[in-house]
């Protein structure tokens, strides 16, 4: 969670009652499909649309089912959100009890995980059937600031009419995204919601802050643990003949022989003990380690791979596998690594720098970040990527899957 703009929900100066009741009449006509009155945030207006064309009844939202215990229970080991309990709990529960606020932490596919905070709050949460174990997507429950950060991937505040199902009006809600800064994956959402009386515009900060925090604590975690990982793989690599390296499960290299140092080999989205197949170095062995891999290089000239599909049906998660002669390679890819491989696959004769500085960022003078994030992009690609124009490398067949459900040949 980097540094950015925290919208409020609530403009500054502004009487809550009468916002709410301003919101009111924008929602009501835009349930009727009538003329605004005036336009709601773009957050607020991107979210509407959304749950509209899902036909989410504003009323009542969509049925969902509740996870039951064992369910519940297995989400919670699996969300790798559980370490960040102590830091989320200590910054936030005790202004939940004092603010009559709830915190709710939610998993990426927006199952509702822990629930504490105000006692009477969790009562009348109960009774909107926002409990533990309950679905809050969008498209579940309409707009919400749960379910609208883990679509828009940014921390969001919701007041009132804002949201779309009626019976949420009475309540307020702020919440923000949770990465795993070891591979950027979106784990989940932290959230304060309470009766719609108690907004206030800094709560939105106030998470997003406690969320930042837990992100940097799995950090912290995650370079302890390389470094305990370095300590045996120093002493390994110096027995080993040919090239070879020694990474954690998500790749981060703690100690190499033979290759050029760098700070991550992008792994597939699964691996295991045995034959490897990678893009930027071919043919590889794996060996377990305690708390990571031993990837023995071989010593062959890597085969050319021979088809790519990028993979953008997921909002936030998008795909590239490279396939070559017996093999494929899946990992997930940045959001702006994914733009760069759409603008080379839409354009398949090449782009120079300067033409896709103005298809990533709408002016063609920022050359020098192209350049870089092209070449970040090759160490973990290999040669699929050529210069000279920037472009796929010939007889490389390109599939896009877009976030339709479309797939484009190139």
Known sequence: ????????????GVDPRRHARALARVHEAAIAGEELPSAPRSVISESWSRV???????????????LDVAELEERRRESGLAPLLPILRGGLLSLADQAAHIMVIVDAAGHVLWRDGSVPVRRRADRLGFVEGVDWQEEAVGTNAIGTALVARRPVQVYSAEHYVRAQHDWTCA?????????????????????????????????????????????????????????????????????????????????????????????????????????????????????????????????????????????GEPMLTVYGATSEWTHRVSPRHAQLLHALATHRNGCSASQLSSVLFGDATRTLTVRAEVSRLRRIVGGIIVGRPYRFADNLEVVVHGPDGSAVAG
């Open 1 to 12: 969670m980097g540094q950015q703009h925290l919208e409020a929900a609530l403009p500054v």
């Open 52 to 66: 509209q064309a899902l036909g989410v009844d504003p009323d009542r939202g969509a049925s969902s089912p509740v």
């Open 175 to 315: 919440a923000a995204p949770l990465h795993d800064p070891r591979d950027g994956r979106l784990l989940g959402v932290v959230d304060l919601s309470g009766p719609a009386s108690t907004v206030h515009a800094t709560t939105l900060a106030l998470v997003d802050a406690v969320g930042r925090l837990a992100e940097s604590q799995l950090r912290t975690s995650h370079l302890t643990d390389l470094e305990r990982l370095r300590g045996i793989a120093v002493p390994l690599l110096a027995k080993v003949s040919g090239r070879a390296l020694v990474t954690d499960p998500h790749g981060w290299i703690a100690a190499a022989t033979g290759l050029a140092p760098a700070g991550r080999l992008p792994l597939p989205a699964s691996v295991g003990p045995g034959p490897l197949w990678l893009p930027a170095h071919g043919h590889c062995v794996v060996e377990p380690l305690p708390g990571g891999w031993l990837i023995r290089l071989a010593d062959s000239e890597a085969a050319p791979p021979i088809r790519v599909s990028l993979d953008l049906r997921v909002p």
